[in-house]
């Protein structure tokens, strides 16, 4: 270990105070190198192409409630996927109870019908600031 004993003169035996930090330092660049992996595979967000429109950008914080409409016409309530059960999802969700808001992303070419149950069920479930989120043209930034 990093504790030697070595003869200090009439004193006798006298423990050295040094602490070996090499494993210390081999472990958290270890631990470095795996968050650096990893970070990309739990940041990989979902794709959505959203339909370009001559509008305001508007800032969405993460905290939002987000319902997407992918281009295979999956319906996803943050990560979840609820395609089957978006209406019960909606309604069950306690933050749209208190906060009444909710933004939906829609794939430019899913279709016009996944959309409107999405915004039926957002409707049913008590929303009342809904948000459809486009990607603005440079004309309207």
Do not use: C
Not at 22 to 41: G, K, N, S
Not at 61 to 77: A, C, G, N, P, W
Not at 96 to 117: C, F, P, S, W
């Amino acid at each position: 270990m990093a504790f030697a004993a070595r003869r200090r003169g009439r004193r006798g035996l006298r423990g050295l105070a040094e602490i070996n930090v090499t494993p210390l330092v081999d472990v958290m660049l270890v631990l470095l190198i795996v968050f650096m992996v990893t970070a990309p595979l739990l940041a990989s967000g979902l794709r959505v192409d959203l339909p370009n429109v001559p509008a305001a950008s508007t800032p969405v914080s993460d905290s939002k409630l987000i319902v997407s409409v992918t281009r295979e016409e999956r319906v996803l309530f943050g990560e979840l996927d609820v395609t089957d059960t978006l209406e019960a999802s909606l309604a069950g969700d306690p933050r749209i109870r208190t906060e009444h808001e909710l933004y939906v992303r829609a794939d430019k070419t899913a279709r016009y019908g996944v959309v409107a149950r999405t915004v039926a069920a957002a409707r049913a479930a008590g929303v009342t600031a809904l948000h459809l989120m486009v990607e603005p043209t440079e004309r309207a930034r």
